[in-house]
């Protein structure tokens, strides 16, 4: 079995993988200073309420945007699963996709990654959005090149910095406000829920429509990340939504490893 870990800036999801079944997947908040046997503790418990064992991972796949936390899951790998990690991105798992870009090193792994399994997956030109910590906009075409993108504040972190500016503002949840589709707040948390909501449905909408004219081709918006469901009920510019789009980048570089 394939034991794939996405490190993102604010979590890290491990994946349990057979072929291309997803056995089983768990997240834990992203912390550099996290050693192998803190993630060892948790983890290995978690294995074992499923039923499974770390003598049954048979390979390692790491995808990661925080340098710093390399380092100790790699410490697990070897001390706890008894392999060495493949990183995604290095030999022997490289990218083997074209990126056309003016910096091509500059490109995030998780971009690549959800790169790769959409084209595997949908072919055609491309528009993959992923809700993380950052809110990116990836743009693949029919070939398979990458070809750039949009970074875009995360709606949870446009949330905190509003809450943490303003003194006077609540904290309130992600989620449609509840007004009835009005967009005129009638009091302070539904104005909230209104600008941040709405305002970020909107944003999208304009960026994806602004990229359909640029490319000038027929194109398939792939949505993925947490929040990705929750837009997907509100707006009709996703053709797909792929919850796990990264993970499946992941197993699909561990296939073309050879023995």
């Known amino acids: 079995m394939l034991l794939a ?16 079944a997803i056995l089983g997947r768990w997240r834990i908040a992203t912390d550099p200073r996290r050693t192998a046997d803190e993630y060892a503790v948790w983890l290995l418990q978690l294995l074992q309420f499923q ?26 790998s070897n001390k706890y699963f ?3 990690a493949w990183i995604a991105g290095n030999a022997p798992v490289e990218w083997d996709m074209r990126i056309d870009i003016e910096q091509p090193r500059s490109l995030g792994a998780d971009r690549a990654v959800n790169a790769i399994a959409a084209h595997a997956r949908f072919g055609g030109d ?13 743009v693949i075409d029919a070939d398979g090149t990458y070809k750039g993108g949009i970074i875009a504040p995360g709606i949870n972190l446009s949330l905190e910095a509003l809450v943490n500016a303003a003194a006077r503002l609540p904290r309130i949840a992600i989620e449609p406000p509840r007004n009835n589709g009005s967009v005129i707040g009638r009091n302070t948390e539904d104005a909230m829920h209104i600008g941040v909501f709405w305002g970020y449905v909107a ?12 490319i000038g081709r027929p194109v398939t918006v792939v949505a ?10 509100h707006t009709t510019i996703f053709d797909h939504v792929e919850t796990d789009l990264t993970i499946e980048g992941l197993a699909l570089l561990a296939e073309r490893v050879k023995d």
């Open 5 to 20: 870990i996405d490190v993102g800036n604010t979590n890290v999801v491990f994946a349990l993988i057979d072929g291309r």
């Open 51 to 76: 039923g499974y064992s770390p003598a049954q991972v048979t390979r390692v796949i790491v995808s990661t945007v925080v340098p710093r936390a390399l380092h100790n899951i790699q410490v697990l």
């Open 82 to 84: 008894h392999h060495d």
């Open 126 to 138: 491309l528009v993959v959005v992923d809700f993380g910590t950052a809110t990116t906009f990836d």
């Open 203 to 214: 944003m999208m909408e304009g960026l994806i429509a602004r990229m359909r004219t640029e």
């Open 224 to 233: 993925t990340g947490g929040l990705a469901v929750l837009f997907h009920d």
